[in-house]
């Protein structure tokens, strides 16, 4: 495949853009080759810069859930351009999808619209803080929550109480109050609360892990988070931006049969526009400001466009909720497949699933812990990833990010697919002789 219109909009971008993206996974560092620029895409299909055609599997990270350019997410776009983009002023497009949300997803009784996931799960963490007086935020190991200071660690030296940044720029003072925790790590857990439980303000988490490559929560560890956090005064927070309205309407709430306190949302709440919000219990949302004294602000926050592509998408999952069960069908079939095109070429790999999110990590497994999804075999992802890039199938540039299937991945995708994998998986193993 010739990718030279990408390889010189890469070398003009390194010029003006740092690592010549806009986001650092775009760069296509961990599959070591310079990353493809797209130009267009069509339901399951991405075209690139040079024409050649893909079937995606990054799907944005997420928010195409209907597929790429669909028509029932842009309906009626012309109309709001018409009408006027920003006003400063509020709008009955905010109501609309605010109350949508809070239809399919009861927990979050008052929404606050802002622009990314990762506003949202910096003024949940403010909001906590400020709703409980308290200062301490409890994270896990491999979730990753955007790129807000306060999230930005991991766990130290093996001690509670020291982390350490995973960015430079982060004073000591922004990261000391964030504890860190082992992801599906009760004993880890009942020992952060024994120690400090009456500090911690919220508990944040991803409830089905989608930052480490597709990780599930044990039965157990919610069940912990559920009874300590409410032992001890901790509000629990749902970072819902990859699984809220993927896993089903209610996303892993529903799922899993919980109520967290607080729920962070962004990527399909926005169609594919930038978009986040966080809600939850109306004693809480009323701190936020003007309501309360908890501050937060945005130019361009609820901003029409953003609303009205995310109305038109939860409203057409509200209406079609079979969506979720073909989106299931479909990574089931793509699942059994991997397995078999790994074992047949004699390959080890532990496919992770859950709804239409997976991640085939490079390992026995299981993997069920942050340690687990780190004795991945990165080489040969990178060796996967290049072969299935050359068959026309286009996966998340790294092993631990998942792959998200959407409406209109079909059957024969998903066959052409599990070929490509068949061919993918021998080179990976030529590659370990
Ligand atoms: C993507 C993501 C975020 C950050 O959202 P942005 O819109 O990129 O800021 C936060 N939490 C989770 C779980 C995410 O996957």
Redesign the pocket.
């Known amino acids: 495949m010739n990718r030279n219109r990408s390889a010189a909009l890469y070398e003009a971008s390194r010029e003006v853009l740092p690592g010549g993206v806009n986001s650092p996974v775009r760069a296509f560092g961990s599959v070591g080759m310079p990353p493809i620029f797209a130009a267009r895409a069509k339901g399951s299909r991405i075209v690139d810069a040079d024409g050649n055609e893909y079937l995606d599997y990054i799907s944005s990270?997420g928010p195409m859930i209907l597929g790429h350019a669909s028509s029932i997410v842009h309906q009626g776009v012309e109309e709001v351009f018409d009408a006027g983009i920003s006003y400063g002023l509020p709008t009955g497009k905010e109501l609309d999808l605010a109350r949508l949300i809070r239809e399919l997803y009861p927990a979050a009784e008052m929404i606050r619209m802002v622009n990314?996931?990762?506003?949202a799960?910096m003024s949940a963490i403010r909001l906590a803080r400020g709703f409980t007086g308290r200062d301490k935020i409890l994270k896990f190991e491999g979730c990753?929550?955007?790129h807000y200071d306060g999230l930005l660690v991991k766990s130290g030296s093996g001690t509670l109480t020291f982390n350490t940044p995973t960015s430079k720029g982060l004073p000591k003072a922004m990261i000391q109050d964030t504890l860190v925790a082992q992801y599906n790590g009760v004993h880890e857990l009942k020992d952060v609360f024994a120690n400090m439980g009456d500090q911690i303000a919220a508990v944040i988490l991803?409830p089905v892990a989608?930052?480490m490559g597709v990780v599930a929560p044990t039965k157990e560890f919610l069940q912990e988070l559920e009874r300590l956090t409410k032992e001890n005064g901790a509000l629990l927070i749902f970072?819902e931006?990859?699984t809220g309205f993927r896993l089903g309407l209610e996303g892993a709430a529903g799922l899993f049969g919980m109520k967290p306190d607080l729920v962070?949302f962004?990527?399909i709440i926005g169609g594919g526009l930038p978009v986040?919000a966080y809600g939850g219990r109306r004693e809480i949302m009323e701190h936020v400001s003007p309501l309360g004294g908890v501050y937060q602000a945005g130019t361009l926050s609820g901003n029409p466009l953003a609303m009205h592509l995310g109305w038109n998408l939860l409203n057409h999952l509200k209406a079609d909720p079979g969506i979720y069960d073909r989106m299931e069908d479909m990574a089931k079939l793509l699942e059994a497949g991997l397995i078999d095109a790994a074992t047949k070429a004699g390959v080890e790999i532990t496919v992770n699933r859950i709804g239409g999110m997976l991640s085939p990590f490079m390992t026995v497994g299981p993997v069920t812990t942050f340690s687990q999804v780190m004795t991945s075999d990165t080489q040969q992802y990178e060796v996967f990833f290049k072969a299935m890039l050359e068959e026309g199938i286009l996966l998340p540039p790294s092993q631990y990010e998942g792959w998200f299937l959407s409406a209109s991945h079909s059957r024969e995708d998903v066959q052409r697919t599990i070929q490509a994998a068949q061919i993918a998986f021998q080179q990976v193993k030529e590659m370990a002789k």
């Open positions: 990270w990314s996931g990762t506003e799960t990753y929550h955007g991803e989608g930052n970072d931006v990859i962070c962004g990527k986040g």
